[in-house]
């Protein structure tokens, strides 16, 4: 079945606590990305990424790093979580950026 | 800045009622997408397009590009089409690489 596969789905922690997002998908797509949710903000996007190797940062990158060092997976690492990352995270691809896009189930980020 | 407005921010109607939603944007796109969010959080993407109608079952979406301006139609409403359904806009860069800019959504309710 084709999809994109979030780990873990809900995660609670405590500022500055190292954390990594999993993301992965099994349809062989070039284009992955990651976005927040928050309430009366919508979604934004956080980095997305053209290929392996190829990262480029979205609307609200600071306090994220992303790598993608395999076509399938593009983890989103927090090193140092504070509150204000509070959030509902998703993960995306698409075979281009100019084509559908498939959304994970969502990752609900909370920091203490 | 590219910015997406979307309209209403809420709708409630009647099963059987046609619906609108609309979307418009500020600056050139490549394309342009149509998501759905139930309660619960997942995201499924309805229609991408870069120009004229796409029609899906009930659902027809439409866009004109000169007037920076596209419609989500949902024909024969039913309770199972309440959601929040998103706009999102992928700014014009030559490459069609840039990040995808979002509305803040329609929050739909259909009673029967």
């Known amino acids: 079945e084709a999809q994109v596969t979030q780990n873990p789905r809900y995660l609670i922690t405590v500022t500055g606590k190292k954390l990594t997002v999993t993301c992965s998908q099994n349809?062989?797509?070039?284009?992955m990305s990651w976005y927040r949710q928050d309430p009366g903000l919508g979604l934004r996007q956080i980095y997305y990424s053209m290929n392996v190797e190829v990262t480029d940062k979205g609307d609200v990158p600071e306090g994220y790093k992303v790598s993608r060092k395999e076509k399938r997976n593009f983890p989103l690492i927090l090193e140092s979580p504070s509150p204000n990352q509070t959030s509902l995270y998703f993960c995306?691809?698409?075979?281009?950026?100019?084509?559908?896009?498939?959304f994970g189930p969502g990752t609900r980020l909370t920091v203490t | 800045k590219n910015e997406v407005e979307q309209s209403p921010q809420n709708l409630t109607a009647q099963e059987g009622e046609f619906i609108t939603i609309n979307c418009s944007y500020s600056?050139?796109?490549?394309?342009l997408h149509w998501l759905q969010q139930h309660p619960g959080g997942g995201i499924v993407s309805l229609f991408m397009l870069s120009s004229g109608k796409k029609k899906h079952g009930r659902l027809i979406a439409t866009i004109n590009i000169q007037e920076k301006h596209s419609s989500l139609h949902i024909t024969a409403s039913h309770p199972r089409d309440s959601a929040v359904y998103i706009c999102a806009v992928r700014p014009y860069s030559g490459g069609g690489a840039d990040g995808l800019t979002f509305g803040k959504g329609t929050h739909l309710i259909i009673q029967p």
């Open positions: 349809m062989n797509h070039e284009y």
């Open positions: 995306a691809s698409s075979l281009w950026p100019l084509r559908e896009q498939y």
């Open positions: 600056v050139g796109i490549s394309a």
